[in-house]
């Protein structure tokens, strides 16, 4: 794993985080229904994980030289909150497999630091993943 690729991926999840933001921000403003209380408060306590994430994201990339990408990943349409929901449920799966795959890389480029961090936010983005299934379960 070189550096440049090291960052080219960091800067992946860095756009990956910036749209988590967008999404959790404007899906939070959408969603209705009888749940919408619930929701609004889920979705909106998840940003501040996530702006941590992307400020992490981005200083590393500057660490190591690069320039932190500003553009984010496309937040996908949703017409309900149920598929609000799966939605979320899939980009954090996504989060957490990614994360974990740069944590391999980071330890594979002797960043060590960079790897124990990535592996935090696979916890971080794992409870995410989990209740977001809990809120899935057993949807009318
Ligand atoms: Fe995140
Ligand atoms: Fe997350």
Do not use: C
């Not at 990408?69 to 957490?96: F, G, H, Q, Y």
Request: aromatic share 6%; hydrophobic share 45%; charged share 20%.
């Amino acid at each position: 794993m070189d550096k440049q690729t090291l960052i080219k991926h960091l800067n992946q999840d860095l756009a990956n985080e910036f749209q988590a933001v967008i999404m959790y921000t404007t899906y939070s403003s959408q969603v209705k229904g009888p749940y919408r209380p619930q929701l609004v408060q889920f979705m909106q306590a998840e940003i501040a994980d996530e702006l941590l994430h992307a400020q992490f994201l981005a200083d590393k990339v500057a660490s190591l030289g690069g320039k932190p990408t500003t553009t984010p990943a496309a937040v996908p349409a949703a017409a309900s909150a149920k598929a609000m929901l799966e939605n979320i449920a899939a980009a954090e799966r996504d989060a957490i497999a990614g994360y974990t795959a740069r944590a391999e890389e980071a330890r594979a480029a002797g960043e060590i630091g960079l790897a124990i961090q990535l592996e935090n936010m696979v916890l971080d983005e794992t409870g995410h993943y989990e209740e977001t299934l809990k809120l899935l379960a057993e949807w009318a």
